[in-house]
């Protein structure tokens, strides 16, 4: 098993910068996993933000250039840096992990854009941008 924790969500202005960190523990550390972040709004299904698997980054194309993930193995803690934040990025962002998977992040047998591919999660934490 493990655990994940987010923090780092808040209100802030459009424009703005945030980093949201997801702490890991449990079974083994944040090394042996890929790790990825989602997000959803108030009657929407989880949508896929970014992942990080092995040493190659993702992300779903209206967070390009301006978010970046990231962990560091000795802290077992995953990051979401995000910069020039928009009110469209409102929404309760989650951390999740899954074992390291081979290929890109569609070309296996699972679709790792989808959440129901990932095994572990966070509770979640609230990120409000205001215009």
């Known amino acids: 098993q493990v655990q994940l924790v987010e923090s780092g969500g808040a209100s802030v202005q459009a424009g703005d910068s945030l980093r949201l960190d997801c702490a890991a523990s449990?079974?083994?550390?944040?090394?042996?996993?890929?790790v990825g972040w989602f997000r959803q709004t108030p009657g929407q299904e989880r949508e896929f933000v970014a992942a990080?698997?092995?040493?190659?980054?993702y992300y779903v194309d209206f967070v390009k250039g301006r978010f970046t993930i990231d962990k560091d193995n000795t802290k077992n803690t995953v990051y979401l840096q995000m910069n020039s934040l928009k009110p469209e990025d409102t929404a309760l962002y989650y951390c999740?992990?899954?074992?390291?998977?081979?290929?890109?992040?569609?070309?296996?047998?699972?679709?790792?854009?989808?959440?129901?591919?990932?095994?572990?999660w966070g509770q979640g934490t609230q990120v409000t941008v205001s215009s």
């Open positions: 999740a992990a899954t074992p390291l998977f081979s290929g890109t992040l569609s070309s296996g047998s699972k679709d790792y854009r989808r959440a129901t591919s990932w095994t572990y």
């Open positions: 449990g079974h083994t550390g944040a090394y042996y996993y890929a």
């Open positions: 990080l698997n092995w040493n190659d980054r």
